[in-house]
Every structure is written in C-alpha cells, then in structure tokens.
C-alpha cells in the first residue's frame, strides 16, 4: 500500500518558513518521482515543485523560484519542501504526490498517488 503522509504545514507570518516533510513508503523510493501540489480554496490546484532522485533533476514553478527548494534524505525515505520567504498567496493545503516518472507541474490528474495534504497559512 502506498503512503504518502505530508508533515510541517502551520501558521506563519509573511516572509517566514516552513519546512514540509513527506515521508513515502509502499512503493520504491529510488524509482518513484514525487512532486508537491498545493490547492487554495477556491482555485484549481497546482504544481509547486517536483524531485527525481535517479537522474537529479529538480522541477519548480516560476511563482516558487528562489524561495523554495525539494531535496530528500534516502535513509528516511522522505522528501522535503523548504519554504522561506513565505507569502500570503502561498496559502493552501499542499499535497506530495508520487509517480514512476515525472509528469510535469501543471496537471495532478496526471498523478496516482496523494497524500493527505498539509495546511499552510501565511497571514500576519
């Protein structure tokens, strides 16, 4: 059975951070890409940022550029989502997601595998 089970989500002031973790087991870890989504009330969901770990490859939205970074600690068979100068339209419950291979950043129909989403607020 996969899991996927997101961890870090909270209340922070804008131009703060938050880190979120998603710990994955039920399928290889090596072999699966995993991505982060994120979902406002009210708005359609979106990509934010994605992590292949065979060939390197790191994936980010414009809007996240430069404010946050994926990496993942193989012992623990997590991925992270380092978030720092946060912003109140990043507001949203985010969402890991895991795939065999990367489908891009744009539609999570796309994805099989979701976890049950943390909640992130950014409001002063």
């Known amino acids: 059975e996969v899991q996927l089970e997101e961890s870090g989500g909270g209340l922070v002031q804008p131009g703060g951070s938050l880190r979120l973790s998603c710990a994955v087991s039920?399928?290889?870890?090596?072999?699966?890409?995993i991505v982060w989504f994120r979902q406002a009330p009210g708005l359609e969901r979106e990509g934010v940022s994605g992590?292949?770990?065979?060939?390197?490859?790191?994936y980010y939205r414009d809007f996240v550029k430069g404010r946050f970074t994926i990496s993942s600690d193989d012992a623990k068979n997590t991925v992270y989502l380092q978030m720092n100068n946060l912003k109140p339209e990043d507001t949203a419950v985010y969402y890991c997601?895991?795939?065999?291979?990367?489908?891009?950043?744009?539609?999570?129909?796309?994805?099989?595998?979701w976890g049950q989403g943390t909640q992130v607020t950014v409001s002063s």
């Open positions: 039920g399928v290889p870890f090596d072999d699966y890409v």
């Open positions: 992590i292949d770990r065979r060939n390197g490859a790191r």
């Open positions: 997601v895991a795939s065999p291979g990367f489908e891009g950043l744009r539609q999570g129909s796309r994805y099989k595998y």
